[in-house]
């Protein structure tokens, strides 16, 4: 059995002859550019330098090399873009490693050796601090304003830290050239690898309204401006779905999980009660997920941190198919809890290892204690990929994510 026809499985709720496990197929399962470079040093790998996707969040890719070694089924549909080093350029990651991130970065160092990560026209979104190991936004186009405004620009839409694009968005799929760069690099991906492929399309609704706003306005536009609100969400939609349409068009028939983005919880709650969520983003989320299931095979995919229990039924209502991270540390998202009431509605993508407490705190034992106690929870009759709970951070040491990784491979058959 290969990796995508394990994951195929495991995403349509049957058993295959393991878990499929995940590392780096998105910017929520990857590991840190610095704990990576670690790694790649325990394991004596000398070939080049590691390539750092995501400026933000200080992301690496995953080299195929360490693919295989670690059986990882899923590949980020970004890997096939930028794939001469000529796309890429040196950058100093710290004292110690160095790295490449993508030529088409847009950056700056200021007199203070602040990072200032720019757009095209040059406006400052977001700044990584001397002291700082990731970027944070420092520009929201509509914070200053009293409310939401009764129309958008698409270029305003498009200000805040998070439009800056890996790869592939750094091609513009409007565009008939780039799309066809678009449609063959996938395609090509497809053909050439057994991986299973996930492109994050991001399509955020509620994180998008705090990108634009800042939080503390979104949170309060969405109680005391429902129409302003909905306006703003309603043009997100719009520009969504066309994204949506157009990505399937071109790669629907080689792409198997098409993943959406909204953060809804904190570590107690979710950011708004069910009814909210219901009367406010539930039917939005259902348009765009409805469109990937008319038009395509592909399971829809969202990242959500949180505690988000009780949305749950909704996002399924909704046409959810895989959630992650599955943040097993917040209130009411214990494991057998979620495994038992929604194991047969939803995918768990994620929850395998605890990145709060244990990956960077415990011993290569503990953790894969940790990762065999997990697994027995969430693989029976499948529905579960494996994947740790956030993205592995620049504190852990590389023995502690060889052990679970190997933990993952160990423990993971099924008898």
């Not at 590691?50 to 970004?78: C, H, S, T, W």
């Not at 095209?120 to 936004?137: A, E, F, H, M």
Request: glycine share 6%.
């Amino acid at each position: 059995m290969n990796s995508r026809e394990r994951v195929r499985l495991a995403i349509n709720h049957k058993e295959a002859d393991r878990i499929p496990i995940d590392l780096g197929s998105m910017r929520s399962s990857g590991i840190a550019t610095i704990t990576y470079s670690k790694l790649r040093e325990k394991l004596d790998l000398k070939t080049g330098l590691p390539r750092m996707y995501d400026f933000v969040q200080q992301l690496a890719y995953p080299e195929e090399k360490v693919l295989n070694m670690f059986n990882i089924d899923v590949i980020d549909a970004g890997q096939s873009f930028l794939v001469s080093n000529n796309d890429w350029k040196e950058w100093n990651l710290n004292d110690k490693f160095k790295c490449l991130i993508p030529k088409f970065l847009n950056i700056e160092i200021d007199s203070s050796n602040n990072v200032l990560l720019k757009n095209n026209d040059g406006l400052i979104l977001g700044k990584k601090s001397t002291s700082s190991l990731y970027v944070d936004q420092v520009f929201w186009v509509y914070q200053n304003y009293e409310s939401i405004p009764q129309s958008f620009k698409d270029e305003d839409l498009d200000k805040h830290m998070w439009s800056i694009p890996s790869p592939p968005w750094h091609l513009d799929i409007f565009n008939d050239d780039e799309f066809k760069i678009f449609k063959d690099s996938i395609k090509k991906l497809y053909e050439n690898t057994s991986y299973s492929i996930l492109l994050s399309l991001g399509c955020n609704l509620f994180e998008t309204g705090n990108f634009l706003r800042a939080m503390d306005n979104f949170l309060c536009d969405i109680y005391l401006d429902k129409k302003g609100t909905e306006r703003l969400l309603d043009k997100l939609v719009e520009r969504n779905l066309k994204k949506i349409d157009r990505v399937i068009e071109g790669v629907g028939q080689y792409v198997d999980i098409l993943m959406f983005g909204d953060d809804l919880g904190g570590q107690d709650r979710p950011f708004m009660s069910p009814d909210v969520y219901k009367e406010i983003f539930k039917l939005r989320h259902k348009k765009m997920w409805d469109l990937v299931h008319e038009k395509s095979n592909c399971k829809v995919f969202l990242h959500s941190c949180g505690s988000i229990y009780e949305l749950i039924p909704h996002l399924i209502d909704a046409g959810l198919d895989i959630l992650n991270p599955v943040q097993t540390s917040a209130k009411n998202m214990e494991p057998e809890r979620l495994k038992k009431e929604f194991g047969k509605d939803l995918t768990f993508w994620g929850g395998g290892c605890d990145t709060r407490d244990i990956l960077p705190n415990k011993t290569p034992k503990e953790i894969k204690e940790h990762v065999k106690e997990r697994i027995d929870i969430f693989s029976k009759n499948g529905g579960f990929v494996f994947n740790q709970v956030h993205n592995i951070l620049a504190d852990v040491a590389p023995e502690n994510v060889i052990a679970m990784l190997e933990a993952a491979y160990e423990f993971g058959f099924y008898k």
